[in-house]
């Protein structure tokens, strides 16, 4: 017997959500959401890692100073770390195929994609302070890097916290405007108070 109360194999396979899914075919739904969110992030991190690396080969390249060498050796490690975090779940799932472990790959991907979320922060921070300190100055740089850091933490972190605390508020409005539905015979049975009850006879002894 599981955990669960059911034996080893039926866990698995009963109904356990909203959208009366059992939980392989919601790691499975989630799995393929979560492929879907990578898709689209691999595609920034494949532009970001193409621009860092030409870079290298440009004409103004020796014309870098040390902090503007150090940000852009930085930015290309960043965006190499967050390339490799955010094409981990496929390789986990191709490691682990058809072992049994589809919920334990979701979770384990879900928080990678995290973790390269994070350093695309840092990654796309850096390639935008690097050039707008080649452009136009060391003051600029620094500027336009924490500008991109704060939209990209706002957008990123604070939008979906408060999304998320605005749909918590939505379902409880829902639930106080709803009034209690009692459906004829359902109702629960209710001991009298010991104030009210009826005394018992007392049998007399023969």
Partial sequence: MGSSGYPYGMADHRPCTARNETPL???DRNFGELLQELRVTQTGVQILFA????????QRFEDLDTVQRATYVTTLLLAVLAAALFTAPAALHRSLFQKGAKPRI???????ATIGMGVLVFAFTGSVML???VTTGRAGGVAAGAATLCVCLGLWGLLPRL??????ADERDTAVRTPAV?????????EPSV???TPLPVRERG
């Avoid at 621009?51 to 440009?58: G, K």
């Avoid at 999304?163 to 918590?168: D, E, I, S, T, Y």
């Fill in 106 to 112: 979701v979770q384990v991907s879900s928080r990678l």
């Fill in 195 to 197: 104030r009210y009850r």
């Fill in 51 to 58: 621009f860092l690396l030409s870079l290298a080969f440009t």
């Fill in 163 to 168: 999304v998320r605390r605005a749909g918590l």
């Fill in 25 to 27: 075919e919601r790691a």
């Fill in 182 to 190: 009692t459906i004829r015979g359902t109702e629960p049975h209710r």
């Fill in 131 to 133: 050039v707008v300190d």
